[in-house]
């Protein structure tokens, strides 16, 4: 069974760098039919789409976060992160990796979540 | 970018009850959407993709239709571990955007 698992702060200063890794178990990062995605939630708030990587390192992001986000994948360690820079108190929300295929380009397995709170 | 919409906002039911959420995009999307049920402080779940297609281990009594703009979920007899909000996402095209999600709660 595929299994995602988020990790990184859970607090993060505002203007700095915030810093997520998924670790995907069950499951090879380097299939060809399939993309990894990061999604987030704000509290009590619907979801966005961040943006995702393709194991070949082919990225796609949101237009209102691609300035600030970067997304990599290292298929050594069959994880994928995410960076958000100059962090504001509207990044916070719970943040959730998830994968998607790539013939109907939905979301079929996610993590858990993990929320992180921009506060200094 | 596509905007989704959804009505209601929020929905009270009663056990048994059929339910039907209504998903609407801003420009033609075909049947690429998908349908996600999501508990509180739990991931989302997809339930349909392709605008109709079953996902894998969920009960039958959910549905979905539709194509071009306009798509509904239907909840055939809700169960007590249907109370959740349930959101619509556009896989047409980048960036991947939800729709604002139905709360679906106890009458």
């Given at each position: 069974q595929l299994q995602l698992q988020e990790s990184g702060p859970g607090l993060v200063k505002p203007s700095e760098t915030l810093s997520l890794t998924c670790t995907v178990s069950g499951g090879s990062i380097s299939s060809s039919s399939y993309y990894w995605g990061w999604i987030r939630q704000p509290p009590g708030k619907g979801l966005e789409w961040i943006g995702s990587i393709y194991y070949s390192g082919s990225t796609f992001y949101n237009p209102s976060l691609k300035s600030r986000v970067t997304i990599s994948v290292d298929t050594s360690k069959s994880q994928f992160s995410l960076k958000v820079s100059s962090v504001t108190a509207a990044d916070t929300a719970v943040y959730y990796c998830a994968r998607h295929d790539s013939s109907v380009w939905t979301f079929d397995y996610w993590g858990q979540g993990t929320l992180v709170t921009v506060s200094s | 970018d596509i905007q989704m919409t959804q009505s209601p906002s929020s929905v009270s039911a009663s056990v048994g009850d059929r339910v039907t959420i209504t998903c609407r995009a801003?420009?033609?999307i075909s049947s690429w959407l998908a349908w996600y049920q999501q508990k509180s402080g739990k991931a989302p779940k997809r339930l349909i993709y392709a605008a109709s297609s079953l996902q894998s281990g969920v009960p039958a009594r959910f549905s979905g239709?539709?194509?071009g703009t306009d798509f509904t979920l239907t909840i055939s007899s809700l169960q007590p571990e249907d109370f959740a909000t349930y959101y619509c996402q556009q896989a047409?095209?980048?960036p991947f955007t939800f729709g604002?999600?139905?709360?679906?709660?106890?009458?």
């Amino acid at each position: 069974q595929l299994q995602l698992q988020e990790s990184g702060p859970g607090l993060v200063k505002p203007s700095e760098t915030l810093s997520l890794t998924c670790t995907v178990s069950g499951g090879s990062i380097s299939s060809s039919s399939y993309y990894w995605g990061w999604i987030r939630q704000p509290p009590g708030k619907g979801l966005e789409w961040i943006g995702s990587i393709y194991y070949s390192g082919s990225t796609f992001y949101n237009p209102s976060l691609k300035s600030r986000v970067t997304i990599s994948v290292d298929t050594s360690k069959s994880q994928f992160s995410l960076k958000v820079s100059s962090v504001t108190a509207a990044d916070t929300a719970v943040y959730y990796c998830a994968r998607h295929d790539s013939s109907v380009w939905t979301f079929d397995y996610w993590g858990q979540g993990t929320l992180v709170t921009v506060s200094s | 970018d596509i905007q989704m919409t959804q009505s209601p906002s929020s929905v009270s039911a009663s056990v048994g009850d059929r339910v039907t959420i209504t998903c609407r995009a801003s420009q033609g999307i075909s049947s690429w959407l998908a349908w996600y049920q999501q508990k509180s402080g739990k991931a989302p779940k997809r339930l349909i993709y392709a605008a109709s297609s079953l996902q894998s281990g969920v009960p039958a009594r959910f549905s979905g239709s539709g194509s071009g703009t306009d798509f509904t979920l239907t909840i055939s007899s809700l169960q007590p571990e249907d109370f959740a909000t349930y959101y619509c996402q556009q896989a047409n095209s980048f960036p991947f955007t939800f729709g604002p999600g139905t709360k679906v709660d106890i009458k």
